[in-house]
């Protein structure tokens, strides 16, 4: 399908799993008639009606509680945060119900709650969460980070069809900014595995989501000094691709990691800690983490972009590795 | 005679059954506890088993209904269809326990299979839980209900407000039945809630609500039973408050000191299982010798399970590590 948006994909997405299996549903604020605050599931409840495109109250525990309840009855719903962040409101639901209802009960969940995350749309402090490492540390959801047209699809696919609750964490910067061709036949994009967007041979940058294009850019501009960095997107955060990371690691010596979340306590703690644990005598430098501030995301677009990681940002790290 | 609201005189026994094997389940259960061999903690329903069995008397489990305890309505699972081997084995963390060890007490079921779903500890979040079973049972065309157990306690959390909000927007077969005992852990109702009844909050949902003597057997399944039927045909969410007494402490450890002792004598007098037992003699539903034979059955089955569960093994330690994704295969091992 040719030139299809980032945001396209996902509807796509979901109106090809709900033609294809009748047990998939969206449920969630302003998804049915009005298609979703961002035009999401624009025309899903022409296709399928009110009993399978849902709207519900401003209730995210009710959203994600009912999914779940759903789910173990054996539905596939799909659960839509109207902005990503509003899920802390419903965590207790997805954590301490949705997402240990294998482990501790032998019942599969299979669910999707999915939302737009990110920052750089100076959408303020309450619109523009990066919620992965807020979940890492709550085992049971496997949790992915679409970074193209081409995975945003695949990913939900594969999420949709998983029999375990997914968390999709989609970035609304990419949603009409970034467009493919896309194949006409149906495919998936499996959980779990990395892809290489660009290789190289003097460092490596680990990076998922609209960091992507910071990483590419960033890269592009060393190519320039005659530095080949290698740029990893990881596209699933649970479970991750420790293969792809350590040969990676293995290759180039050194390495970025690179994510829009704050610092302390990220996701890039954790990828750092195991290359450190299983990798170290690879490494010619020590492990950098290019990272927001540990701040709440400003508003202020001098702000929100001062707080947020860029391409200066990272090729800044990039430098002191190669100098180290 | 008295108002059996259909229930036949085999119905009455049956339910006296559940009500003497509930009790005595417990009993056996603070015996194991006194043992240690019960390793978790120990939440008496003594007082409450009235309603427990009654409300979950009035489901339909070949119908796919499906019943969501709280820790005291052990009576309601056993309704149901749990086995007192499986909650022994539950409490003492057995390895063939229904949950393998991984929870404690009533806490298990498959709402698919078992006609129950246990709860878990953050009080308020079954009931979107129960919307979303009672709304895929509407999508799957099975017409079930759901029956759904909140405390006094758990009826002040924002889960809860946000199930049934939902639940009544939705108009979903289900029914819920708040428990009003008096206590939440050592919190009494009047410092929970300003609402004159917890009844009352159905008018903020716009579902139906009720108050009901939570220690008549009889009035709560016929309570119950209404709001089933309309909550299957259509009629959407019940809001049942059940006026009954926790005899003992929030568990095993808590003397409840904080209750005053004039209160749990007055309580006491109106046992429900007594008020029950008294209601089948005097109306010759039932002699003292029927009472005395369901007694001895219980025993007997009770005695039986607890052998079985005493015996049965603990977990595997290393199995701690499996199954938490779909795929590892230890969940159809």
Same mark, same amino acid.
């Given at each position: 399908?040719?030139?299809?948006?980032?945001?396209?994909?996902?509807?796509?997405?979901?109106?090809?799993?709900?033609?294809?299996?009748?047990?998939?549903?969206?449920?969630?604020?302003?998804?049915?008639?009005?298609?979703?605050?961002?035009?999401?599931?624009?025309?899903?409840?022409? $296709?399928?009606?009110?009993?399978?495109?849902?709207?519900?109250?401003?209730?995210?525990?009710?959203?994600?509680?009912?999914?779940?309840?759903?789910?173990?009855?054996?539905?596939?719903?799909?659960?839509?945060?109207?902005?990503?962040?509003?899920?802390?409101?419903?965590?207790?639901?997805?954590?301490?119900?949705?997402?240990?209802?294998?482990?501790?009960?032998?019942?599969?969940?299979?669910?999707?709650? #999915?939302?737009?995350?990110?920052?750089?749309?100076?959408?303020?402090?309450?619109?523009?969460?990066?919620?992965?490492?807020?979940?890492?540390?709550?085992?049971?959801?496997?949790?992915?980070?679409?970074?193209?047209?081409?995975?945003? $699809?695949?990913?939900?696919?594969?999420?949709?069809?998983?029999?375990?609750?997914?968390?999709?964490?989609?970035?609304?910067?990419?949603?009409?900014?970034?467009?493919?061709?896309?194949?006409?036949?149906?495919?998936?994009?499996?959980?779990?595995?990395?892809?290489?967007?660009?290789?190289?041979?003097?460092?490596?940058?680990?990076?998922?989501?609209?960091?992507?294009?910071?990483?590419?850019?960033?890269?592009?501009?060393?190519?320039?000094?005659?530095?080949?960095?290698?740029?990893?997107?990881?596209?699933?955060?649970?479970?991750?691709?420790?293969?792809?990371?350590?040969?990676?690691?293995? $290759?180039?010596?050194?390495?970025?990691?690179?994510?829009?979340?704050?610092?302390?306590?990220?996701?890039?703690?954790?990828?750092?800690?195991?290359?450190?644990? $299983?990798?170290?005598?690879?490494?010619?430098?020590?492990?950098?983490?290019?990272?927001?501030?540990?701040?709440?995301?400003?508003?202020?677009?001098?702000?929100?972009?001062?707080?947020?990681?860029?391409?200066?940002?990272?090729?800044?790290?990039? #430098?002191?590795?190669?100098?180290? | 005679?008295?108002?059996?609201? /259909?229930?036949?005189?085999?119905?009455?026994?049956?339910?006296?059954?559940?009500?003497?094997?509930?009790?005595?389940?417990?009993?056996?259960?603070?015996? +194991?506890?006194?043992?240690?061999?019960?390793?978790?903690?120990?939440?008496?329903?003594?007082?409450?088993?009235?309603?427990?069995?009654?409300?979950?008397?009035?489901?339909?489990?070949?119908?796919?209904? %499906?019943?969501?305890?709280?820790?005291?309505?052990?009576?309601?699972?056993?309704?149901?269809?749990?086995?007192?081997?499986?909650?022994?084995?539950?409490?003492?963390?057995?390895?063939?326990?229904?949950?393998?060890?991984?929870?404690?007490?009533?806490?298990?079921?498959?709402?698919?299979?078992?006609?129950?779903?246990?709860?878990?500890?953050?009080?308020?979040?079954?009931?979107?839980?129960?919307?979303?079973?009672?709304?895929?049972?509407?999508?799957?065309?099975?017409?079930?209900?759901? +029956?759904?157990?909140?405390?006094?306690?758990?009826?002040?959390?924002?889960?809860?407000?946000?199930?049934?909000?939902?639940?009544?927007?939705?108009?979903?077969?289900? %029914?819920?039945?708040?428990?009003?005992?008096?206590?939440?852990?050592?919190?009494?109702?009047?410092?929970?809630?300003?609402?004159?009844?917890?009844?009352?909050?159905?008018?903020?949902?716009?579902?139906?609500?009720?108050?009901?003597? /939570?220690?008549? %057997?009889?009035?709560?399944?016929?309570?119950?039973?209404?709001?089933?039927?309309?909550?299957?045909?259509?009629?959407?969410?019940?809001? +049942?408050?059940?006026?009954?007494?926790?005899?003992? /402490?929030?568990?095993?450890?808590?003397?409840?000191?904080?209750?005053?002792?004039?209160?749990?004598?007055?309580?006491?007098?109106?046992?429900?299982?007594?008020?029950?037992?008294?209601? +089948?003699?005097?109306?010759?539903?039932?002699?003292?010798?029927?009472?005395?034979?369901?007694?001895?059955?219980?025993?007997?089955?009770?005695?039986?399970?607890?052998?079985?569960?005493?015996?049965?093994?603990?977990?595997?330690?290393?199995?701690?590590?499996?199954?938490?994704?779909? /795929?590892?295969?230890?969940?159809?091992?």
């Amino acid at each position: 399908m040719p030139e299809t948006t980032y945001i396209e994909a996902i509807t796509q997405a979901m109106a090809e799993e709900m033609a294809r299996d009748e047990r998939v549903f969206l449920i969630g604020e302003d998804v049915g008639v009005y298609g979703g605050a961002f035009k999401t599931s624009y025309g899903l409840i022409d $296709k399928f009606g009110p009993e399978r495109v849902i709207d519900t109250p401003i209730s995210e525990i009710a959203i994600i509680g009912a999914a779940s309840g759903a789910a173990i009855m054996g539905m596939r719903p799909i659960a839509e945060m109207q902005f990503i962040d509003f899920i802390t409101c419903g965590y207790d639901m997805l954590v301490n119900f949705a997402a240990v209802n294998r482990y501790l009960f032998g019942r599969a969940c299979p669910m999707v709650v #999915r939302g737009p995350a990110g920052g750089g749309t100076h959408g303020g402090p309450y619109h523009s969460l990066n919620p992965e490492a807020m979940f890492m540390n709550r085992p049971g959801l496997k949790i992915v980070a679409p970074a193209t047209a081409y995975d945003a $699809k695949g990913l939900l696919k594969a999420a949709v069809r998983d029999d375990d609750p997914v968390l999709y964490i989609e970035h609304k910067y990419l949603y009409r900014r970034i467009k493919e061709d896309l194949p006409a036949e149906d495919y998936i994009v499996p959980l779990g595995k990395a892809a290489v967007r660009r290789k190289g041979k003097d460092l490596t940058i680990i990076t998922w989501g609209a960091m992507l294009y910071v990483a590419l850019d960033a890269a592009n501009e060393l190519a320039a000094d005659g530095v080949d960095a290698e740029v990893i997107d990881l596209r699933s955060i649970i479970p991750f691709d420790e293969e792809a990371i350590l040969e990676s690691v293995a $290759k180039t010596n050194r390495v970025i990691i690179l994510h829009e979340a704050p610092l302390t306590g990220g996701a890039g703690a954790e990828f750092a800690a195991r290359i450190a644990e $299983k990798a170290f005598d690879y490494l010619d430098a020590p492990i950098k983490r290019v990272a927001a501030l540990d701040v709440p995301t400003p508003y202020s677009p001098p702000l929100e972009a001062f707080a947020l990681p860029d391409k200066a940002k990272v090729l800044k790290a990039a #430098r002191e590795l190669l100098a180290y | 005679m008295v108002e059996t609201y /259909g229930l036949t005189r085999d119905q009455l026994l049956d339910i006296e059954y559940y009500l003497r094997l509930t009790r005595s389940l417990e009993e056996r259960v603070v015996a +194991l506890f006194r043992q240690a061999k019960v390793i978790g903690g120990l939440y008496r329903s003594l007082g409450q088993e009235g309603e427990s069995v009654a409300a979950a008397y009035a489901l339909d489990y070949k119908q796919g209904d %499906v019943v969501q305890p709280l820790i005291r309505n052990v009576g309601a699972i056993l309704v149901a269809g749990a086995k007192p081997v499986d909650i022994l084995r539950q409490y003492m963390a057995k390895g063939n326990s229904p949950t393998r060890g991984r929870e404690l007490n009533i806490h298990f079921g498959n709402p698919q299979t078992d006609g129950f779903i246990g709860q878990i500890s953050m009080l308020g979040d079954m009931i979107p839980v129960m919307a979303g079973i009672t709304l895929a049972g509407r999508m799957q065309k099975k017409n079930l209900v759901g +029956l759904a157990f909140i405390g006094d306690g758990g009826s002040s959390t924002g889960a809860f407000w946000e199930g049934m909000n939902f639940a009544s927007v939705q108009r979903l077969p289900l %029914v819920v039945i708040i428990e009003d005992n008096g206590y939440a852990y050592s919190t009494p109702t009047w410092k929970q809630s300003a609402a004159r009844t917890l009844a009352d909050k159905a008018y903020a949902f716009g579902c139906t609500g009720e108050t009901v003597d /939570g220690n008549d %057997v009889l009035a709560v399944y016929d309570a119950t039973k209404r709001a089933v039927e309309r909550a299957r045909s259509g009629g959407g969410v019940t809001l +049942l408050e059940v006026k009954t007494f926790r005899m003992k /402490g929030h568990a095993e450890h808590d003397n409840q000191a904080y209750v005053p002792k004039e209160l749990i004598e007055q309580w006491r007098e109106k046992d429900p299982v007594v008020r029950f037992e008294r209601m +089948l003699i005097e109306n010759g539903f039932a002699t003292q010798e029927d009472i005395t034979a369901i007694e001895q059955r219980v025993k007997r089955e009770i005695d039986i399970a607890t052998d079985e569960a005493d015996a049965s093994p603990m977990p595997t330690p290393s199995d701690a590590a499996l199954g938490l994704f779909d /795929g590892d295969g230890y969940w159809n091992a």
